[in-house]
């Protein structure tokens, strides 16, 4: 396959970025690590979801996943080729502290110590995602983020991990999208833990802000270096059509998805037309916990992958709108994420703000022992194309992030959903970089070339 890309293009698009633009590639813990219980790790939640009946679409799990743990230095070999600055990672909390409180698991600490000094080595800024969703299971078992103690554990473990790693890290992300880890697991059940109630989810929110704005409070105490931030899912939402009663609906979906998240962090208190539509499911909040969770954060991460459309009678549908879909049925519509960030910056005052996550899920085909994943490859110029539209209109963009380095454990729909821009073969595991992939390092060393 030639991989020769149009200098000019390539050039055109790197030209819309400032040098100290961050470019990275993501993954988590949970979807690409394996090694489930070795080494002395605990269980997490993920592992005891994945084991109830039709919980994950293929009946897989986590337990081998991409062998990452036991392919670090080639899995390492691999980020650097392409060329970024920066690699997100999460910390499986279960692997360093395996019952989420108390004692720490040296063999776990060990291998985040690797991952960490191999990045530096080879001149990638790690960037740490504390949870992307793994909780330790024996925390559940105490209630879970809907028991307020969990806060306190949070916290601790996030000292812990700072002192292990020093200010190694370029980057420390306190929760990687709590509207998923609250509506998807504690409302929808559909993820871990698999709960089904508004109120404890609503609840659970109200925990991972407050864990969130103690620990950068604690960490900040202790001299962390490291920039501090969140993780939020975010969409721009529009009216299916233009009723009254849509365009009701777009502000309520709006305020449940983004407000409900992006008005405490940054304006200290929640929405008040969500907080009346919760009625009685509306959290308990104690005092002094809105300014911690105004904690002013050094960077927002935003993870992005489609729009939403607002339907009151939920007649809406994708297959209809007339857009290109993922394989997760999500509409590609590029101009979403311009729309949502200067919507934010125009309703907020943004810090530092980076795309911690965007991409695709395509059917790959391998042929020839190619992947020829253009849809994907289109995919990200377009959407990098959003991001330096929106840079150019006066939102402070810091960086952008594909998701992911590697197919992977795509939770509830296991494995057949194949996100990465380096193919895995499942069976072997061998590792091949997609057509994407040498897109990506094309457009890199374009920008990188204009820096000089
Ligand atoms: C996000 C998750 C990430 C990945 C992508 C496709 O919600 O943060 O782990 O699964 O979706």
């Given amino acids: 396959m030639s991989h020769e890309f149009s200098t000019s293009s390539l050039l055109d698009l790197a030209r819309r970025f400032p040098p100290d633009f961050v470019w990275g590639v993501a993954t988590s ?43 670090l230095e080639e899995d390492l070999d691999l980020i650097a080729a392409l060329g970024v600055s920066a690699y997100r990672f ?27 000094d191999g990045l530096i080595q080879r001149g990638i800024k790690p960037t740490m995602t504390l949870n992307h969703w793994d909780l330790p299971q024996a925390l559940q078992d105490q209630g879970g983020w809907a028991n307020r103690d969990t806060v306190a554990h949070f916290v601790e473990y996030a000292l812990g991990m700072h002192r292990w ?8 992300t306190t929760h990687n999208e709590p509207w998923v880890i609250a509506v998807l697991g504690h409302e929808q059940g559909i993820f871990a833990p698999g709960l089904k109630s508004r109120a404890t989810a609503m609840q659970v929110t109200h925990h991972l802000l407050l864990s969130h704005g103690l620990a950068l409070q604690a960490l900040r105490a202790e001299g962390c270096r490291a920039d501090l931030g969140i993780v939020l899912n975010l969409s721009h939402t529009y009216p299916a059509t233009d009723t009254p009663e849509d365009r009701a609906q777009a502000v309520l979906d709006d305020g449940c998805l983004l407000r409900w998240y992006v008005d405490p962090l940054l304006r200290g208190s929640y ?13 308990q909040v104690q005092a002094g916990d809105m300014a911690a969770i105004a904690t002013p954060l050094d960077f927002l991460g935003i993870n992005n992958y489609s729009r939403h459309m607002a339907s009151a009678d939920k007649s809406f549908d994708v297959k209809k709108s ?19 960030l200067l919507r934010l910056h125009k309703d907020y005052v943004l810090p530092p703000t980076f795309i911690t996550e965007n991409g695709g899920a ?22 990098i194309a959003a991001v330096a539209a929106a840079l150019q209109q006066g939102v402070p963009m810091a960086g952008y992030m594909v998701w992911s380095l590697l197919d992977n454990f795509e939770w ?29 390092r094309a457009f890199l060393s374009q920008w990188r070339a204009l820096q000089t």
């Fill in 29 to 71: 813990a949970f979807q690409i690590e394996g090694a489930a219980q070795e080494d002395g790790k605990g269980e997490s939640i993920w592992d005891r979801f994945c084991r109830q009946p039709g919980a994950i679409a293929d009946g897989s799990n986590g337990d081998v996943a991409c062998d990452h743990v036991h392919r």
């Fill in 322 to 340: 007339g857009l290109p879909l993922t394989e997760m049925g999500w509409e590609i519509y590029p101009q979403g994420l311009s729309d949502l």
């Fill in 271 to 283: 929405p008040e037309d969500i907080w009346a539509h919760l009625g009685a499911d509306v959290p």
């Fill in 90 to 116: 999460s910390v499986s909390w279960p692997r360093v502290q395996p019952l989420g409180s108390g004692a720490w698991n040296p063999k776990g600490l060990a291998f985040y110590d690797r991952l960490v």
């Fill in 362 to 383: 395509f059917a790959d085909e391998m042929r020839q022992g190619e992947i020829h994943d253009v849809d994907r490859q289109r995919y990200i110029a377009e959407h």
């Fill in 165 to 172: 790693l020093g200010n190694r890290v370029a980057a420390i």
């Fill in 412 to 440: 509830a729909s296991g494995y057949a959903k194949r996100f990465g821009i380096v193919h895995v073969d499942y069976s072997s595991q061998k590792r091949t970089p997609k057509l994407s992939a040498h897109w990506y």
